[in-house]
Protein backbone atom coordinates (compact mmCIF):
# COMPACT_ATOMS: atom_id res chain seq x y z
CA UNK A 1 0.00 0.00 0.00
CA UNK A 2 1.37 3.37 -0.84
CA UNK A 3 1.46 5.67 1.82
CA UNK A 4 2.49 8.93 3.38
CA UNK A 5 5.39 9.27 5.59
CA UNK A 6 5.90 11.89 7.99
CA UNK A 7 9.37 12.41 9.27
CA UNK A 8 9.74 15.33 11.45
CA UNK A 9 12.63 16.25 13.67
CA UNK A 10 14.13 19.47 14.72
CA UNK A 11 16.53 21.26 12.55
CA UNK A 12 20.18 19.95 12.10
CA UNK A 13 18.41 16.56 12.64
CA UNK A 14 19.65 14.77 9.26
CA UNK A 15 16.20 14.97 7.57
CA UNK A 16 17.66 16.30 4.42
CA UNK A 17 20.37 13.71 4.46
CA UNK A 18 17.90 10.75 4.55
CA UNK A 19 15.40 12.50 1.70
CA UNK A 20 18.55 11.60 -0.06
CA UNK A 21 19.58 8.44 1.05
CA UNK A 22 15.90 7.02 0.10
CA UNK A 23 16.44 9.30 -3.25
CA UNK A 24 19.96 7.30 -3.93
CA UNK A 25 18.65 4.00 -2.95
CA UNK A 26 15.81 4.06 -4.85
CA UNK A 27 17.16 5.34 -7.77
CA UNK A 28 19.78 2.23 -7.16
CA UNK A 29 17.19 -0.10 -8.07
CA UNK A 30 15.89 2.19 -11.22
CA UNK A 31 13.09 4.18 -9.74
CA UNK A 32 12.70 7.78 -10.59
CA UNK A 33 11.45 10.13 -8.04
CA UNK A 34 9.89 13.52 -8.10
CA UNK A 35 11.24 15.73 -5.45
CA UNK A 36 9.76 19.02 -4.31
CA UNK A 37 11.26 21.81 -2.07
CA UNK A 38 10.44 24.73 -0.76
CA UNK A 39 13.54 27.47 0.38
CA UNK A 40 16.43 24.92 0.52
CA UNK A 41 19.78 26.59 1.92
CA UNK A 42 21.29 25.74 -1.51
CA UNK A 43 18.62 28.17 -2.96
CA UNK A 44 15.63 27.83 -5.63
CA UNK A 45 15.32 24.34 -7.17
CA UNK A 46 17.81 22.20 -4.56
CA UNK A 47 17.66 19.74 -2.27
CA UNK A 48 20.44 19.73 -0.32
CA UNK A 49 21.74 18.65 3.28
CA UNK A 50 24.31 19.75 5.88
CA UNK A 51 27.19 17.17 4.97
CA UNK A 52 27.43 18.63 1.30
CA UNK A 53 25.36 16.50 -0.82
CA UNK A 54 23.17 18.55 -3.19
CA UNK A 55 20.54 17.22 -6.30
CA UNK A 56 17.92 19.07 -8.40
CA UNK A 57 14.54 19.57 -7.06
CA UNK A 58 10.94 21.22 -8.45
CA UNK A 59 10.72 24.11 -5.77
CA UNK A 60 7.06 24.79 -4.68
CA UNK A 61 5.17 28.11 -5.85
CA UNK A 62 3.05 29.52 -3.03
CA UNK A 63 -0.83 28.37 -4.51
CA UNK A 64 0.86 25.86 -6.14
CA UNK A 65 -1.45 22.67 -7.13
CA UNK A 66 1.38 19.97 -6.35
CA UNK A 67 -0.78 16.73 -6.97
CA UNK A 68 -1.96 18.80 -10.43
CA UNK A 69 1.57 19.14 -11.52
CA UNK A 70 1.63 15.09 -10.72
CA UNK A 71 -0.63 14.27 -13.13
CA UNK A 72 0.49 16.91 -15.56
CA UNK A 73 3.83 15.40 -15.70
CA UNK A 74 2.29 11.82 -16.14
CA UNK A 75 0.64 12.95 -19.06
CA UNK A 76 3.24 14.36 -20.51
CA UNK A 77 4.80 10.97 -20.47
CA UNK A 78 7.29 11.91 -17.41
CA UNK A 79 8.13 9.47 -14.82
CA UNK A 80 7.73 9.69 -11.26
CA UNK A 81 7.80 6.43 -8.94
CA UNK A 82 7.68 8.24 -5.75
CA UNK A 83 7.75 11.54 -3.99
CA UNK A 84 9.61 13.12 -1.56
CA UNK A 85 8.73 16.34 -0.30
CA UNK A 86 11.81 18.24 1.60
CA UNK A 87 11.40 21.07 4.01
CA UNK A 88 7.71 19.92 3.65
CA UNK A 89 6.77 22.63 6.95
CA UNK A 90 6.99 25.28 4.46
CA UNK A 91 3.65 23.79 2.22
CA UNK A 92 0.04 25.18 2.72
CA UNK A 93 -2.06 23.01 4.08
CA UNK A 94 -4.12 22.46 1.04
CA UNK A 95 -0.61 21.39 -0.14
CA UNK A 96 -0.31 18.53 1.90
CA UNK A 97 -4.06 17.97 1.15
CA UNK A 98 -2.36 17.50 -2.50
CA UNK A 99 0.25 15.14 -1.76
CA UNK A 100 -2.33 12.36 0.61
CA UNK A 101 -4.55 12.62 -2.81
CA UNK A 102 -0.86 11.87 -4.78
CA UNK A 103 -1.02 8.79 -2.46
CA UNK A 104 -4.80 7.90 -3.06
CA UNK A 105 -5.37 8.47 -6.30
CA UNK A 106 -1.75 8.19 -7.91
CA UNK A 107 -1.13 5.22 -6.24
CA UNK A 108 2.19 6.65 -5.34
CA UNK A 109 4.42 6.74 -1.89
CA UNK A 110 5.39 10.29 -0.76
CA UNK A 111 8.02 10.95 1.82
CA UNK A 112 7.50 14.46 3.32
CA UNK A 113 10.47 15.85 5.54
CA UNK A 114 9.90 18.66 7.88
CA UNK A 115 10.46 20.63 11.42
CA UNK A 116 7.51 20.20 13.33
CA UNK A 117 7.30 23.27 15.14
CA UNK A 118 8.61 26.66 15.04
CA UNK A 119 11.15 28.94 17.05
CA UNK A 120 8.38 29.69 19.19
CA UNK A 121 7.55 25.95 19.75
CA UNK A 122 4.31 26.40 17.63
CA UNK A 123 3.23 24.00 14.90
CA UNK A 124 4.09 24.89 10.80
CA UNK A 125 0.53 24.52 9.35
CA UNK A 126 2.06 22.39 7.03
CA UNK A 127 3.54 20.21 9.44
CA UNK A 128 0.20 20.28 11.55
CA UNK A 129 -1.34 18.81 8.44
CA UNK A 130 1.10 16.32 8.10
CA UNK A 131 0.41 15.47 11.56
CA UNK A 132 -3.30 14.98 10.63
CA UNK A 133 -3.35 12.93 7.69
CA UNK A 134 0.04 11.14 7.23
CA UNK A 135 -0.26 7.44 7.42
CA UNK A 136 2.65 7.17 9.80
CA UNK A 137 5.23 9.49 11.22
CA UNK A 138 8.69 9.06 11.76
CA UNK A 139 10.42 11.12 14.69
CA UNK A 140 14.30 10.88 13.04
CA UNK A 141 17.07 8.59 15.44
CA UNK A 142 20.02 11.11 14.23
CA UNK A 143 19.30 13.10 17.86
CA UNK A 144 20.60 17.07 17.85
CA UNK A 145 21.96 17.60 21.26
CA UNK A 146 21.50 20.85 22.61
CA UNK A 147 24.78 22.93 23.87
CA UNK A 148 23.96 20.88 27.13
CA UNK A 149 23.86 17.44 25.99
CA UNK A 150 20.66 16.99 26.22
CA UNK A 151 18.18 15.71 23.44
CA UNK A 152 17.54 18.94 21.54
CA UNK A 153 13.92 19.29 20.81
CA UNK A 154 12.90 22.88 19.77
CA UNK A 155 14.27 25.44 17.58
CA UNK A 156 15.23 28.74 18.58
CA UNK A 157 15.83 31.83 16.72
CA UNK A 158 19.01 33.64 17.23
CA UNK A 159 20.10 37.11 16.15
CA UNK A 160 23.79 37.41 17.71
CA UNK A 161 23.01 34.36 19.46
CA UNK A 162 20.29 35.89 21.46
CA UNK A 163 17.05 33.88 21.23
CA UNK A 164 14.13 36.05 20.13
CA UNK A 165 10.41 35.00 20.54
CA UNK A 166 8.95 37.90 17.86
CA UNK A 167 8.82 37.93 14.10
CA UNK A 168 7.35 36.25 11.34
CA UNK A 169 6.85 32.46 11.49
CA UNK A 170 9.05 31.83 8.07
CA UNK A 171 12.72 33.60 7.99
CA UNK A 172 15.07 31.93 6.34
CA UNK A 173 18.57 31.43 7.92
CA UNK A 174 20.81 29.25 9.04
CA UNK A 175 22.87 27.67 12.06
CA UNK A 176 26.37 29.51 11.92
CA UNK A 177 25.25 32.50 10.70
CA UNK A 178 27.40 35.75 10.94
CA UNK A 179 27.26 38.63 13.14
CA UNK A 180 23.88 40.60 12.90
CA UNK A 181 21.87 37.84 10.93
CA UNK A 182 19.02 35.76 11.86
CA UNK A 183 20.47 32.44 12.49
CA UNK A 184 18.80 29.14 13.82
CA UNK A 185 19.81 26.72 17.07
CA UNK A 186 18.11 23.64 18.62
CA UNK A 187 17.74 23.61 22.29
CA UNK A 188 16.25 21.27 24.86
CA UNK A 189 12.99 22.23 25.97
CA UNK A 190 14.56 23.62 29.20
CA UNK A 191 16.87 25.99 27.60
CA UNK A 192 14.39 27.13 25.19
CA UNK A 193 11.94 28.42 27.97
CA UNK A 194 14.94 29.67 29.87
CA UNK A 195 16.07 31.31 26.70
CA UNK A 196 19.56 30.54 26.89
CA UNK A 197 21.60 29.86 23.86
CA UNK A 198 25.10 28.14 23.65
CA UNK A 199 26.14 32.12 23.62
CA UNK A 200 24.19 33.43 26.26
CA UNK A 201 25.60 30.02 28.61
CA UNK A 202 29.04 31.11 27.76
CA UNK A 203 28.21 34.93 28.71
CA UNK A 204 26.78 33.95 31.97
CA UNK A 205 29.32 31.14 32.62
CA UNK A 206 32.25 34.35 32.32
CA UNK A 207 30.20 37.02 33.84
CA UNK A 208 31.75 37.90 37.41
CA UNK A 209 28.41 37.82 38.82
CA UNK A 210 28.34 34.61 39.03
CA UNK A 211 31.91 33.86 40.38
CA UNK A 212 32.12 33.38 43.88
CA UNK A 213 32.52 36.55 45.82
CA UNK A 214 35.02 36.65 48.87
CA UNK A 215 33.28 37.80 51.59
CA UNK A 216 35.00 40.31 53.77
ZN1 LIG B 1 19.85 22.24 27.10
Avoid at 27 to 37: D, K, W
Avoid at 78 to 96: C, K, M, N, S, T
Avoid at 134 to 157: F, K, M, P, S, Y
Avoid at 196 to 211: G, I
Wanted: aromatic fraction near 6%; proline fraction near 3%.
Amino acid sequence: MPELVFFSGTMDCGKSTLALQIEHNRSARGLTGMIFTRDDRAGEGKLSSRLGLVTDAVEVEDGQDVYAFLVDHLSRGGRADYVIADEAQFLAPEQIDQLARVVDDLGLDVFAFGITTDFRSKLFPGSQRLVELADRIEVLQVEALCWCGARATHNARTIDGEMVVEGAQVVVGDVNQSAGQVGYEVLCRRHHRRRMTAATARAAALSPDTLPVPTA
